[in-house]
């Protein structure tokens, strides 16, 4: 993307596109970046959306439960999506980490998929859990 994300995204525009590389997360599970969406203001401002896929929360034979993966939810905004945020323009107001076994269009109804979502707002450079 050329010139800077503030000049050029719209709501739902995609910033970042995964590259298949593995990310680190506590439960040891393979996730991959998906991708990194600009969002429209919400309630709460500005929002930044980084999508993964993680196979292994699978509802058949995944493994990974939800109180697991929300910690690497945790982990993922805090030790991936913070550090990458000067990148792409003005600090959002809330960062939404998502999780799903298959990779899934952004915005589309997809009931095969298991999908989790946790809000984070960002507080002294920490990502605090919201409500979602």
Do not use: H
Request: charge should be negative; aromatic fraction near 10%.
């Amino acid at each position: 993307m050329s010139g800077t994300a503030e000049e050029e995204a719209k709501p739902g525009t995609v910033l970042l596109t995964g590259d298949g590389g593995r990310i680190a997360v506590p439960s040891g599970q393979p996730v991959t970046l998906q991708d990194v969406i600009w969002n429209e203001m919400g309630p709460q401002g500005l929002t930044m959306r980084f999508r993964f896929i993680a196979p292994q929360i699978a509802r058949e034979g995944g493994g990974v439960d939800f109180d697991t993966a929300a910690a690497d939810m945790q982990a993922l905004c805090e030790s991936f999506a913070l550090p990458r945020l000067a990148e792409f323009g003005p600090m959002p107001a809330q960062i939404v980490i998502s999780l799903a076994d298959i990779s899934v269009p952004f915005g589309e109804a997809a009931p095969e998929a298991t999908q989790y979502f946790e809000a984070f707002s960002i507080r002294d450079g920490a990502c605090i859990w919201e409500i979602y």
